[in-house]
């Protein structure tokens, strides 16, 4: 049997060769085992490079873990060579060596030196400071100076001034205005109104909400700096330009809404407001249009009642821009709904709160500017300056603060403190004498009713069922109209209109009296913001109205608050007063919607809408009614058309006949005296003929 051998071993003894072959076979077995050794070094190399990677590897993966491995220890029949157990070796003797590095690292005494804080710069380097030096740093720097004329010290002011006035106009609201007025008069302003300006800007630019707040601030200051009010209207006026020319919307808005709010404070002139009016509607677009509307809302109150005629102008150009029809819809609604909220004078847009009403009429100081003339911002006046006369201007400023503010001044800061601790303690004692009384101004139960009687809506079978169920919730007093307005809304929300949301309102009006009243708020309010509504909802409110009306559930009277003319009508409302007429046509018949048309007792309810005032309204019902199908209900409105000049010459007549009673008279005496002497003669000539 055959044995094989390793590639290292020598051939058996078994082999024999022949004495020709014999030193051939040697040279080949001694080069192909010199080839074999150097294979066998390679991979020797190979597994010791291996070892050591793997070695490190695992060294570095039991510091992580903490823990260690116990060594292997090499099987006595794994037939290891020497040269493995010299590569074992070597790697135990690096792994112990990592570990001592490892330790030594790690050992608490040795402890690296932490490098020392930077020092704190003694000035503020650059345009801006660029470094932030805390509040005490800055007073002890303040203290420390003792040249007060220095460009150092005036700096430090400078900075000191900025930091005050941007705090004090970004804290600023409705409800502390009264208290900063005289914090913002004690910093220095005539030194920093640029700065002052700068932080107003940029406050409403950030928080348009707070304009008015702003416009009241600078009205104040109005008073007494007219300077300060001046450069920063030329500010907001050059940023509204700047805004037009590179179609900015967002600035641009904010830019009218602050002069809007300046007019409404009489800082500026309503000559200017016209003039951004007109050059905003010159060339309409839709953003300009848009941007005009707001400008009108925010100021349409002051302008009512400062140039009525110039702002009818301006609703004239307005009313033109919309006939053209040249604008997107949403524009087009937004115009319609301006002209409602004027009709409504301006309510729900005041010119000022009352709480910002802080400048009295006498005080006030007007400036006047316009477009086109050439405007300086003073830029210059945002930036740090050294002024040779310091000294004097902060004690002329000293002075100046003492004639605005008073001289009671220091003493009521130092009384304040003993003030405020006592009526801490007497606000103690009350407390503890009086309940506290928590009111919830999140509206939750208001929600819950709400949310409640939308489900008895929606969940009833039937009318009736619907009413038992609204009837059995308690609500407290002020709160049926609730029930009246989610009625209402859930028949708006429909499709198409469903008559269980007129019977259900039918049956609570004949219920109660106050449902009824409270239906007819609902009419007002309904057909004031008409205009807001999608077609789908105006249709569906319109027939519920004509359901009640149709059933006398609702009073007619309600209609007097509809005027039929061509100025105080929209697109909106003529819409609703045809879908209400035409449901109550079909409802009641023609002929007794004429009746109750024409019942003398209900002809001032109906004025506004068969208007008799003039000939133009007059016309405009009868071809309105007649251009819906109804013109059979305007046949009174026609005859009264019709013999208009009639009664315009009989009520001339009585005027004409008082001045002519004398003349007439007279003409009267001389007739009758003619006729009896004509009839004497007659009766003379008579007898003769007899006679003869």
Known sequence: ??????????????????????????????????DDEKEADRR?????????????????????????HSRRIPRPDSGSS?????????????????????????????????????????????????????????AQMLRDVEDKASPEYQRLTWDALKKSINGLVNKVNATNIKNLVPELFAENLVRGRGLFCQSCVKSQMASPGFTDVLAALVAVVNTKFPEIGRLLLVRVMLQLKRAFKRNDKPQLLAATKFIAHLVNQVVVHEVVALELLAVLLENPTDDSVEVAVGFVKECGAILQDLTPQGLHAMFERFRGILHEGEIDKRVQFLIEGLFAIRKAKFQGFPAIRPELDLVEQEDKCTHDMSFETELDPETNLNVFRVNLNFVEDE?????????????????????????????????????????????????????????????????????????????????????????????????????????????????????????????????????????????????????????????????????????LTEEDTTASSRIFIKILFQELSEHLGIHLLNERLNDPNMQDSFESVFPRDHPKNTRFSINFFTSIGLGGITESLRDYLKNMPRLIMQQQKPASSESESGGESSDSGSSSELESSSDESDKKQSKRRKRS
């Open 1 to 34: 049997m055959l044995k094989f051998g390793k590639v290292d071993d020598p051939p058996p003894q078994s082999a024999r060769f022949s004495n020709g072959d014999d030193e051939d076979s040697r040279r080949a077995w001694r080069s192909r085992a010199s």
């Open 395 to 563: 004690k002329a400023y000293v002075n100046l603060k003492k004639s605005i503010l008073g001289d009671e001044l220091d003493e009521d800061e130092e009384g304040f403190d003993d003030a405020s601790d006592d009526e801490d303690e007497e606000e103690s004692d009350d407390e503890d004498d009086e309940l506290m009384e928590i009111r919830d101004k999140t509206e939750t139960n208001l929600i819950n009713l709400r949310r409640t009687i939308y489900l008895t809506i929606m969940s009833s079978v039937d009318f009736e069922e619907a009413g038992h169920k609204l009837l059995k919730i308690k609500l407290e007093p002020g709160q049926e109209m609730e029930l009246n307005i989610m009625l209402l809304e859930c028949c708006s929300q429909e499709r198409t209109y469903l008559r269980y949301y007129g019977l259900l309102g039918q049956r609570l009006c004949m219920i109660n009296n106050v449902f009824q009243e409270n239906f007819e708020t609902c009419f007002v309010q309904q057909y004031s913001m008409i205009h807001r509504l999608e077609t789908n909802k105006l249709r569906n409110v319109a027939k519920f109205f004509a359901h009640l009306l149709g059933t006398d559930a609702l009073f007619w009277h309600v209609l007097a608050y509809i005027r």
């Open 82 to 138: 020497p040269d493995s157990r010299h590569r074992r070796d070597e790697s135990s003797r690096r792994r112990a060596e990592g570990r001592g590095r490892e330790e030594r690292r790690s050992s608490p005494d040795r402890k690296e030196p932490t490098p020392p804080p930077p020092p704190l710069p003694e000035m503020i380097p650059g345009r801006t400071g660029g470094v932030y030096i805390p509040p005490f740093r800055t």
């Open 44 to 68: 020797r190399r190979r597994a010791r490079s291996s070892d050591d990677e793997m070695d490190d590897r695992r060294s570095k993966r039991d510091r992580g873990l903490h823990h260690r």
